[in-house]
């Protein structure tokens, strides 16, 4: 059975007791999920979470209640625990790296996202020249738009992600402004009048990079896709993503990698040719130096062994995310 989100956020190692209980009584039910986007995973389903118990996050983690009836979660703070009561319509936000123990046995119907902090305080501090922004654990988040933009998310998700990655990148972007805004410990950064790429352009650049991973994508290609000079391009994209044209594309290529490793029977050459890379020591390089193993390991960690009738699992493959962070 494919993990919940909330079991995926979860940093796990040495001096990581954290814990995720399930109700025996209730299976989980899912209605959405998309695990695949850069930087982000989407859930909504109906809860059969009982409770956790002193789990860290990987990403930072933001929950909604769905259900017409209220929603009362136990949060353990300094002096036991207290309780917390969130209406339809109300979310809370965790931040990564925060520890916390909950109960909310119930069987409620919910939308949660994580976010990695990276990719977070990129979108929110891109026109701003900040370099983060810090997130306290925050109950009852009401009169906002995050509603609306997970709404959005999830709907986008169910429909196959036909507006793409520049899409959703979007949507992601002002759920983390409104982020920021609610949960945040100061007021997030005012943007600054900056030159980047149109709204069209940037959705144009990013479908035919999502288009063709595999290929000899040059930045003059991608600049003529945007109608720009290759060097206007180049200064305009780095404005708008943060990272120059080059580096983004290997990032992208990088996490479709990742994802062709969890496929069944997955060759580590057929791998780096779906992906655009030269060969597969190139691959093995370049993915060793962004995650901190090579995919040879991860492949072998992944593969089950036979053994007579029954599959015996290998141990998990080793975490991939740099960063501390929760679902």
Not at 177 to 196: C, E, F, I, Y
Not at 268 to 286: I, K
Request: glycine share 8%; with cysteine.
């Amino acid at each position: 059975m494919k993990p919940q989100l909330v079991e995926m956020n979860v940093v796990r190692g040495p001096g990581r007791p954290g814990h995720v209980e399930m109700r025996a009584d209730d299976p989980h039910i899912v209605t959405t999920q998309a695990f695949d986007w850069p930087g982000l995973r989407l859930e909504a389903g109906r809860n059969n979470i009982a409770h956790v118990d002193d789990i860290t996050g990987i990403h930072h983690y933001i929950s909604m209640n769905l259900d017409d009836r209220p929603l009362t979660l136990e949060v353990k703070g300094q002096h036991g625990f207290r309780r917390v009561v969130l209406r339809r319509g109300s979310a809370w936000v965790c931040p990564a790296g925060d520890p916390i123990s909950v109960r909310l046995n119930s069987d409620f119907n919910y939308v949660r996202m994580s976010i990695d902090p990276i990719y977070f305080d990129r979108l929110v501090t891109a026109d701003s020249g900040d370099s983060s922004v810090e997130l306290v654990r925050t109950y009852g988040i009401a009169k906002s738009q995050i509603g609306h933009i997970l709404g959005a998310l999830v709907a986008e998700s169910d429909a196959g992600n036909p507006g793409g990655l520049a899409f959703v990148e979007a949507l992601a972007a002002g759920l983390s402004n409104q982020v920021a805004l609610h949960a945040g410990a100061k007021a997030p950064p005012v943007a600054r009048l900056r030159g980047g790429l149109s709204a069209a352009a940037k959705r144009r650049t990013l479908e035919l990079m999502e288009a063709q991973l595999h290929d000899n994508l040059t930045v003059e290609a991608l600049a003529s896709e945007a109608g720009l000079s290759p060097a206007h391009f180049a200064r305009a994209f780095k404005e708008t993503m943060g990272l120059a044209p080059h580096r983004y594309l290997l990032t992208l290529r990088l996490e479709r990698a990742r994802r062709l490793l969890d496929t069944p029977d997955a060759v580590l050459a057929d791998v780096a040719h779906r992906t655009g890379f030269a060969d597969q020591a190139h691959f093995t390089r370049l993915f060793k130096r962004e995650f901190g193993v090579t995919p040879g390991v991860l492949l072998r960690n992944r593969r089950p062994l036979q053994s007579g009738n029954s599959t015996i699992l290998q141990n998990p493959a080793p975490r991939l995310f740099k960063t501390p962070g929760m679902t």
